[in-house]
């Protein structure tokens, strides 16, 4: 986590990301690769398999920025991805996390 | 028929089945098994490098050259890390490349084991793609998977790490994959091309930007085609040059940061922008708020990503340039554009690119125009990176696609004589000549005794003036001429090196006629050092200063 206190964060808009992708290693490292290389900052990662277990879902929650448009569509362009929906920051996916989240 | 191999059998079979004819790499224990298999192969051939980095730029001059998709070969840990360098300059300037690495033994990965390094996690910055493989059998579906990203959509380097255990692993094959091959994206949407062409049409002051995707689709003919029958004023980005010849009575040859005057004047007062397979790179684009500060802005590329990441373009389409041009030049009308070409031609009139001292063949520029004099459009350009690099992108006619080998994106010394060997083993029937300076032909020196070992015809012009021509430039200009680190006190025998490691040389220096002997130097076959020194006052001109509009330009 980033230098910036909790009440500066409430009032940073967020995003929720969701990302289909193949389930194998290295596909995280893919995917935070690009937001870590712009020095920015991941909220919340959140990551397990879906139906059979050859794809998984990522979420991310991330802080709205700018450049955010254009790291989606960097996402996107990753040979493992294979979509990528961008949702508001009030997604149930964190949210109901809160509990195992509490100081 | 169902035939027991080694994965690394199999990995060399797959490569023999992509049509690879010559794989160019360094051995080490842990790609010693397809080494090995290599070996056995009558199909293909092996150039050795001498550094693993040389071997990755060879393979980049074949790509550059031809378009296909080259293939280099490295060990483990330092010969994974050696050839980084190599495969990030093929991502900057989307290079289709497949590096193939050895690894150690599954069960050892983790363990700081003897030449290990996390070569998957190292290049995934720095590759379209990669795969640390885990079984043979994956091979039948990684290697051709590989071939099919390189040249896919804006191509790119794509590495294989394979562990030596994969490499001796014995399957049974029963067949063989589909070769992978370049899949081609959907058409541009018929309605923004048809907008794009309606504010052509409407345009009073248009301008073609071409960039280094005009080159690797294709598109350089109906590029030149759209640009005639619109009179389009057209430039060119660094990768670009030869997409249009440069002496195109519609070329304004290579914009920004070294561009000529009157190109990045034109600019200014354009009203319409059409960026064809352009990135908008901070070299061209100098500071991005003044670029083309009254133009709309028509952006086409493959890569979804690069539209509306520096500048946002009125129409933006996601296509193959060559198949979207095609779209275009039928709907775009004839137009003379009378009094845009004429204002063009007053800019040039006005601020011309001048070229001093352009009849000596000891200066800088009439060195370059000396052998440009020698050659025909057949030859190919190579350059390492300095301001050699910048002055043979100045003053080089070039005139044809894929004529011009040169490190854009990522800049990097060392590049050139080993990319001009690549291209050389790759277009053997072509001469090759690789400028380069007395920084940068060390940084890959080795490649020299490659050049004399594969008798390669590639001419060698080592532009020296024993400094780091642009740092002494930039600290000159910016840094109070605190000239630091950028004069080398010590300076090799440049002529005896290179016929020590195996290639003939002449010393333009001591020529009595110079000219008659770069004639004679380029017209004998095979490999030779051409060395001629230049003063180190002179400037690469003009030059916008890092972080200025291009306007606002200094020199020349």
Known sequence: MNAINKNEQAALARAVLEIDVNNHPGVMSHVVGLFSRRAFNVEGILCLPVGDGRQSRIWLLVNEDARLAQMIRQVDKLEDVIAVRRHHADHAVFSELEAFFRP | MTETLTGAQIAIRLLERQGIRIVTGYPGGAILPIYDALGQSSIIRHVLARHEQGAGFIAQGMARATGEVAVCMASSGPGATNLLTAIADAKLDSIPLVAITGQVPRAMIGTDAFQEVDTYGLSIPITKHNFLVSSAEELLEVIPRAFEIAASGRPGPVLIDIPKDVQTQAIDVTGWPMQGTRQMPPPADHAAIAA????????????????????????????????????????????????????HPLSLGMLGMHGARYC????????????????????????????????QIIHIDIDPAELHKI???????????????????????????????????????????????????????GLIRTIAACLDDEAAIATDVGQHQMWVAQAYPLRRPRQWLTSGGLGTMGFGVPAAIGAALAEPQRTVVCFTGDGSILMNIQELVTAGEENVNLKIVLMNNATLGLVHQQQTLFYGERLFASKFKAMPDFVGAARALGIAAVDLDQAANPCAALMEAIARPGPCLIHASIDAEQKVYPMVPPGAANRDMIGA
């Open chain 2, 264 to 295: 990045n004047l034109a600019l200014d007062e354009c009203d319409l922008l059409i960026a064809v397979g352009a990135r908008f790179d901070d070299r061209a684009t100098g500071k991005v708020a003044a670029f083309c500060p009254n133009a």
């Open chain 2, 311 to 365: 500048k946002t373009a009125h129409i933006g389409i996601n296509a193959d340039v060559l198949e979207a041009l095609g779209q275009l030049l039928p709907l775009v009308s004839e137009n003379d554009r009378k009094t845009w070409v004429d204002r063009i031609a007053a800019l040039k009139t006005q601020f011309p690119f001048v070229m001093p001292d352009a009849g000596d063949p000891r200066s800088h520029f």
């Open chain 2, 196 to 247: 794009a062409a309606e504010m052509i049409n409407a345009a009073r002051r248009p301008l073609l930007y071409l960039g280094g995707g005009v080159v690797h689709s294709g598109a350089a003919t109906v590029a030149v085609d759209l640009a005639e029958k619109a009179n389009l004023p057209t430039v060119m980005t660094l990768m670009a040059l030869g997409a249009m010849p440069v002496d």
